[in-house]
Structure formats: C-alpha cells, structure tokens
C-alpha cells in the first residue's frame, strides 16, 4: 500500500525559510512523478511544484522561491520554501503517481496517492 507522509510545516514569519518533506518509498522505488499542492483558506486547492522525468516544473507565484527535489535513495520528495509570503499560507500537501509526468502536471486527476496535509503559517 503507497502511502505518502508529510512533514516540515510551521510557522514563520515573512521572508523565511521553510523544507517540506513526504516520504514515499514505496511510490518513489519506479518510475514515478511528484507533486506539491497547497489549499489556502477560502481559495481552491492549486498545484505549487511538480517532479518528473527529470524536470521540475513551477507555478509562477512560487518560481524562484521554491525548489522541489527528493534524495538520491528515492525514498523523500522535499520543497525547499524561501523568501516565503503571508500570501504561502495554506494546508500543503503532497501528491504522486506511478509512471510519466503528464502534460498537465497540476491536474489533481492525474494522482492517485495523496498525502494528509502539513500546514504552513506565514505571519508578516
């Protein structure tokens, strides 16, 4: 049974730094691709970063803010937060499939495995 285990989330003040973690052994041991998304209060859940094939791709608000990555043991997909915004604060949660990253990377449809949710407090 895939499942996805978050950590790393809390508060901080704007400007700062934060590193989500998901363990994923299970998911990440083939091929595979990953995701953060985020849901803000009252806002609809949106995709942040996404991991696949070897690309890193971006949701604009967070380009040259975050950075998505997982270790070379393929067991923990991480988001290194910087320069972090009150506008940050939400639930972030990560995401995963087995297989290609598709086209539409941000499509909450193309994952299967979710993890709970860790949350994120920006306070300016």
């Known amino acids: 049974q895939v499942q996805l285990v978050e950590s790393g989330g809390g508060s901080v003040q704007a400007g700062g730094s934060l590193i989500l973690s998901c363990a994923a052994q299970?998911?990440?041991?083939?091929?595979?691709?990953m995701a953060w998304f985020r849901r803000a209060p009252g806002k609809e859940r949106e995709g942040v970063a996404a991991?696949?094939?070897?690309?890193?791709k971006y949701a604009d608000s967070v380009k040259g803010r975050f950075t998505i990555s997982e270790d070379t043991a393929k067991t923990t997909l991480f988001l290194q937060m910087n320069s972090l915004e009150p506008e940050d604060t939400a639930t972030y949660y990560c995401?995963?499939?087995?297989?290609?990253?598709?086209?539409?990377?941000?499509?909450?449809?193309?994952?299967?495995?979710w993890g709970q949710g860790t949350q994120v407090t920006v306070s300016s």
């Open positions: 299970r998911l990440m041991a083939s091929p595979h691709y």
């Open positions: 991991l696949g094939d070897g690309k890193a």
């Open positions: 995401a995963g499939d087995r297989g290609w990253l598709p086209a539409f990377f941000f499509g909450e449809d193309n994952y299967n495995y």
